[in-house]
């Protein structure tokens, strides 16, 4: 029997085509994936909030900045909990801070009271999860990270940022012991270092890889949000001036050779 290679070759191209038209009709339909949707940006990220009586109508979910309408918002919430919602043509001004807000159309779970959550701007959600950190026990460990930590610069770094905005000194973290939390990121553990007094909360510094990074202060909230999201591990965090009513919300993608700064919010404040 004489093989007819021709034949072949002929239905081998006719597989690999159809294979071809298959993949690219599935991208167009959102169900593929490309590299590019891990590079995440401050475009794609932004914040949610719920102003209750602020805003025109209470319990109204917001988000930060002005968008057009029907662009897509996905909330980044707890676990691995995740809400679509999308923009109205409504936009108002907060009354304590003018910042310029857009409404929210859809239904989530949320808080009744204020609150600010991350969120997603146009870009599917292809793996997400809120990762719970563990707090350190080991008081050998913790003397060693502050150690490390009072070596380095990060916390003259952190003063140096706020004291336009925030009044501090170094003497007022004499003799403070910091609480320490561990994330295990592939494979890596992530310590956070927060120092804390009874009239005031931070600055926070983040240790990768044995460095230390400044990472809020120097006055901030009391925790860090640290997710995974397409494949990248982020850091949310925020800082505020000790009585004078500015805010600063930041996201930190955590990377092997430090954070990188994503997202820095400033209108906020009051």
Known sequence: MIKDDGHYKRFARIILILAISFFI???????????????????????????????????????????????????????????????????????SSGAILTELLGKCQTANKFFLEVALIGRPVRDYERIAPKETADVEEIASIDGLIRSSNVLTSLLKKAQDRIPGELEELKGVIPKVNEVMISGSKIRIASYQKPDFDGPKVIMIE????????????????????????????????????????????????????VLSEYSLSD
């Open 25 to 95: 009709s599935l991208c167009a339909a959102g169900g593929g994936y490309t590299a590019e949707e891990d590079n995440l940006g401050k475009s794609d990220f932004a914040l949610v909030v719920n102003f209750g009586e602020t805003a025109s109508e209470p319990g109204k979910l917001w988000v930060v900045g002005k968008f057009e309408p029907a662009r897509k918002i996905t909330l980044l919430l707890e676990g691995k909990n995740t809400c679509v919602m999308e923009t109205s043509p409504l936009t108002e001004e907060a009354e």
């Open 210 to 261: 044995g460095r230390v990074y400044p990472l809020a202060g120097w006055c901030s909230s009391l925790n860090v949000n640290v997710f995974r999201l397409n494949g990248q591990h982020y850091a949310y965090a925020s800082s505020y001036c000790c009585g004078c009513g500015i805010h600063i919300e930041q996201i930190f993608r955590i990377t092997p050779e430090g954070p990188v700064e």
